[in-house]
């Protein structure tokens, strides 16, 4: 199973894919989607046509995204907010499951805490991913986005198993 995940930006989507092998998580690729400047229409547009492409490209089963906090500035929340709708809707139009996660539980799934740094969350990515270079910190958060949802489908996996 590979896994996409993601994390919403305006300038800058992170995105990340991984394989899923039983127990094994292999890092497939990571990258992120830039909208530069300009009309905030023109913007989403390419963020939406570049995750598509990134869909196309690498074929995930599933998708997860993390959710966004509010901070002092309520305009670029809302931005921001609007940049993690296509980072819903993508993956939406092509059928994929979407999990969406809080960063604090994305951290937990990948270090064990959290309130952990940036540092300790790429550290764990490349410890969990072996031989994975990010293209960008947003792209490594990602992948942490991508391993927690890998892990919170084992967990899934193992609870279905023992119910049958």
Known sequence: M???????GLQN????????????????????????????GD????LYRGLCAVIIAHAPSAAAVEQTFVNKDAVGTLKLGQARGIALLAPA???????????????KAVVGVGHAGKE???????HQLPGVVFESADAADAL????CHAH???SRSIRIKVRA
């Open 13 to 40: 989507m992170g995105w990340g894919v991984i394989e899923l092998d039983g127990p094994r998580l292999r890092h497939i690729a990571n990258g992120v989607v830039h909208s530069d400047k300009g009309e905030l």
């Open 2 to 8: 590979r896994v996409l995940g993601i994390d919403p």
């Open 144 to 147: 942490a986005i991508a391993i």
């Open 120 to 126: 300790q969350v790429q550290h764990m990515v490349r």
């Open 152 to 154: 919170h489908l084992q």
């Open 93 to 107: 139009e092509a059928g994929l499951e979407i999990g969406e996660y809080a960063p604090n539980a994305v951290k």
């Open 43 to 46: 913007r989403l547009l390419r």
